[in-house]
């Protein structure tokens, strides 16, 4: 993909790429569409396990595809919504459920919330681990 990765559009040296806000949201609604359809339209659904803005490469004209499905796993039927943890493989920690920790059980919802993350880290511009906190 000629952008890359979202992770080097955001934090690399992604060359002269302005990332005004329509063009987040286009990044974040493809990424989104691409979370939307291993979740409920893959017949089984999928686990991606992995959700980061390094697997998220960004085209040419700015459509976002999620990748790396190297520890993805397949959820036995629509209405289960957890699959065994087996691999123990985790990507950057920043972007790992805290659940995971305590229940290394892999779950839709995980991926849910590194996917959030991956959407903040969008609307901030900031790594995950590198956000400051603004306390009222």
């Keep these: 993909m000629p952008n890359g990765s979202l992770s080097t559009l955001l934090h690399g040296n992604a060359g002269n790429v302005d990332l005004d806000w329509p063009l987040r949201l286009k990044i974040g609604i493809g990424a989104t569409s691409g979370l939307a359809w291993l979740h409920h339209v893959c017949e089984p ?3 991606h396990q992995n959700i980061s803005s390094n697997v998220a490469l ?11 499905f190297g520890i993805a796993r397949l959820v036995g039927t629509r209405d289960s919504n957890h699959s065994s943890f087996q691999n123990g493989n985790l990507d950057e920690f920043g972007f790992v459920a805290p659940v995971y920790s305590s229940m290394m ?13 991956v959407l903040l880290e969008i609307a901030t511009g900031q790594k995950p681990l590198q956000a400051t906190m603004i306390v009222i």
């Design 105 to 117: 059980v892999a779950s839709m919802k995980g991926d849910v919330y590194s996917f959030e993350v």
């Design 58 to 68: 960004v085209g040419d004209d700015f459509e976002t595809r999620i990748i790396d």
């Design 45 to 47: 659904s999928y686990l």
